[in-house]
């Protein structure tokens, strides 16, 4: 049996390929992150938010900054290109911006957790808002992080030559 040379593309190639598949990701990725972080904005100024006790206001103020840095990790890689278009370093930034969606993607996951906490702690006044989010928590580990490494490890295939390190579309 031969083994699959898989795509026949240039250096060049693959990374404006990469660069295509990164940004339609990021595109989706954005899209949610900037829904959620204008609610979380918005919040302060509800009128509930002043009955708020010190636990929930400050979860409130780490929510709002994980939202934060999640959008700039995940806007990030836009920026990266713009900077960089030209001057040919389209790997390299493909590199980077990958590395900043990864980060952005463990950010957002806070965030996420964040929000889901106050929310609960919110609407539940007890500490089943803490169950639940452990086990929404454990949920997105499983999607967004165990499954894929989970079918990284049962890909048996041999990376060809001229594949990135991880790569293997």
């Known amino acids: 049996m031969s083994a699959d040379r898989g795509r026949q593309e240039t250096h060049e190639e ?3 390929r990469q660069w295509a598949e990164l940004l339609q990701e990021l595109r989706v990725a954005q899209t949610g992150v900037q829904l959620l972080f204008g609610f979380l904005l918005a919040v302060v100024f509800q009128e509930r938010f002043t009955e708020l006790v010190d636990v929930d206001r400050t979860i ?3 929510t709002v900054m994980l939202g934060a840095a999640t959008a700039a990790s995940l806007i990030g890689p836009v920026a990266c290109h713009r900077l960089l278009t030209g001057r040919r370093m389209k790997a390299e930034t493909v590199v980077w ?3 900043l969606t990864v980060l952005g993607l463990v950010l957002l996951f806070c965030t996420m957790c964040s929000t889901l ?3 609960m702690r ?7 808002a803490l169950w639940l ?3 929404m928590a454990l ?3 499983l999607c967004w992080f165990v499954f894929p490494v989970w079918a990284l490890a049962r890909d048996r295939r041999l990376p060809t030559e001229d594949e ?4 293997r579309s």
């Open 14 to 16: 693959r990374a404006d």
């Open 164 to 167: 990135d390190e991880g790569e």
């Open 133 to 135: 989010v452990g086990g």
């Open 117 to 119: 906490l106050l929310i």
């Open 60 to 62: 409130y103020v780490v």
């Open 122 to 128: 919110v609407a539940l006044h007890n500490s089943l």
């Open 139 to 141: 949920w997105f580990v």
């Open 97 to 99: 911006a990958s590395r």
